[in-house]
Antibody, heavy 119, light 113 residues
């Protein structure tokens, strides 16, 4: 069965960077795009960007351009999101989410990784 | 960006009664070439990731109870829970996949009256 398992919670200071990983299993890793979506406490869902696991090509939401990097490692079926220059507004649960094929909906989600920004 | 607006923000329905969540997009999400709407519905329970319920506006995902149904086209969509169960208490989100960036509605909280 499809599983997306994310790395554990992180606590970072303002201005720091954070990297979250997502390990995929149960399907052919290169067959589906992988997205990152975040959710601030008590808030809605916000799409951050997508990585094509086959080519490594990325598309980012304009809001995060210049501050986010998404990568993949096909040897371990992992995708990563790196967010720099953290502010308190970046405190959220970060989810990886698989897009069926190349679509921009999300059929499987990781369990979420809480990123706390605290001084 | 396409703005997705849900209504109401919250609703309370008696067990066994119908619950209806509406979603309106600021632009059509209908692919004219395929006559399919790129619109998905998700259910999110506290402490859990969202779960895909419906894709392409009306296609129920495998394993989703048939009391959940999606309808609509163009800019106006509806998620209906035909007979509300206790397990359906959650926040429901619509999402358009027609344009990048994909965008979500603000969510509708469904509770038991």
């Amino acid at each position: 069965q499809v599983q997306l398992v994310q790395s554990g919670a992180e606590v970072k200071q303002p201005g720091a960077s954070v990297m979250v990983s997502c390990k995929a299993s149960g399907y052919t890793f290169t067959s589906s795009y992988m997205h990152w979506v975040r959710q601030a406490p008590g808030q809605g869902l916000e799409w951050m960007g997508v990585v094509n696991p086959t080519t490594g090509t990325t598309t980012y939401a304009q809001k995060f351009q210049g501050r986010v990097t998404m990568t993949r490692d096909t040897s371990t079926s992992r995708v990563y999101v790196d967010l720099s220059s953290l502010t308190f507004e970046d405190m959220a649960v970060y989810y990886c989410a698989r897009g069926p094929g190349t679509t921009y909906s999300f059929d499987y989600w990781g369990q979420g990784t809480l990123v706390t920004v605290s001084s | 960006d396409i703005v997705m607006t849900q209504s109401p923000d919250s609703l309370a329905v008696s067990l066994g009664e119908r619950a209806t969540v509406n979603c309106k997009s600021s632009r059509s999400v209908l692919y004219s070439s395929t006559n399919k709407n790129c619109l998905a519905w998700y259910q999110q329970k506290p402490g859990q990731p969202p779960k895909l319920l419906v894709s392409w506006a009306s296609t129920r995902e495998s394993g989703v109870p048939d009391r959940f149904s999606g309808s609509g086209s163009g800019t106006d969509f509806t998620l209906t829970i035909s007979s509300l169960q206790a397990a359906d208490v959650a926040v429901y989100y619509c999402q358009q996949c027609y344009n990048v960036p994909p965008t979500f509605g603000q969510g509708t909280k469904v509770e038991i009256k």
